[in-house]
């Protein structure tokens, strides 16, 4: 993919999140995670799936990977919204899993979409986006080993944006780098500046297509830089400086790839991304409560006796 498209795509991912802040200060969103600065790599990556075959495992800030995957936003945000389970949005025809808001809790389901996968024999590779925080959780290294040793299609991307909610990298991956496990797995393992899109892009192409064609997982490390807040309910002021703030935004994928770009290009992709954000916004608006009685549904197949119980009290609770 060309410079200019996935210029596009960020610049969508980079409005949509500043209207998401804008939603949730206005009270139309109880809470939401912010991917300012990690629009290079989610697009990057993303854009690199082939969605006749590959499968997309995400976390809690994977706004960019969604855009990149053409799912439509209106769905994918009503996630934030809590007003279903998961989002609106078809996970199975747009291939990207709803996401989650564990810890490394995706990476688990990519490597067993990925068994799947390598069972039945389909040609398609699975990734996941985890971050550095995620990285120390032990799902994640089990995940990385049982990979390593079934030689399984999939691509363990992890963003490490610097910080998982107040703890610094350098508190949270002992030895310094991520990519660097990946060598006590028996897999590949890279590193990437995570910040330049075409960079991103072309070492999660050159990952998928080694997964699809039997050479195994392989871990990518992007650096990059949570340029906002944890979340809206976070104030990242009480626990990292100004400079290292000024320093990254500096670094800004966004910016970086239109200084690479013709003006006209730029403008365009601006008035584009308007227009996404107006249709997304009146999408979302108009959403309507869905009924309540769906909490009780699909929870479990068969419900449990105390589902079933909690599902009366609470129509005795509406009635009463
Ligand atoms: C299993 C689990 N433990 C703790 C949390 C609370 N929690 C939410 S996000 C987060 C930090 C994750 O940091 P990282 O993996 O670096 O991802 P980032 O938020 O930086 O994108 C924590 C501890 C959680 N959601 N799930
Ligand atoms: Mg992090």
Known sequence: MELSELYRLMLVARRIDEEAIA????????????????EAAQVGSAAALDLTRDFAFPNYRDLGAAVAMGVDLVGYLATHLGVWHGGLYDPRA????????????????AVGWAMGAKLDDTGGAAITWFGDG??????VHESMNFAGVYRLPVVFFCQNNGWAISVPTERQVAGGSVAARAAGYGIEGRQVDGNDVMAVH???????????????PTVIEAMTYRIG?????????????????????EKDPIARAARELPAETVAEAEE?????????????????????????SFVYREPTKALLDQQRAWKESLDA
């Open 229 to 249: 807040p944890h979340s809206t309910s976070d104030d990242p002021g009480r626990y990292r400086t100004l400079e290292e703030e000024q320093a990254w935004a």
């Open 94 to 109: 747009s291939r990207l899993a709803p996401f989650n808001a564990v810890v490394g809790g995706p990476v688990p389901h």
């Open 23 to 38: 939603l949730q200060r206005q009270g139309a969103l109880p809470g939401y995670a912010p991917m300012k600065g990690q």
């Open 272 to 296: 584009h991304a308007a227009r996404v954000v107006r249709e997304v916004r009146d999408g979302l608006l108009a959403l309507e409560q869905r009924p309540g009685e769906e909490l009780f």
């Open 202 to 216: 072309e070492a999660t192409r050159e990952a998928l297509d080694r997964a699809r064609n039997g050479g195994g």
């Open 134 to 139: 995620a990285s120390s959780q032990g799902d």
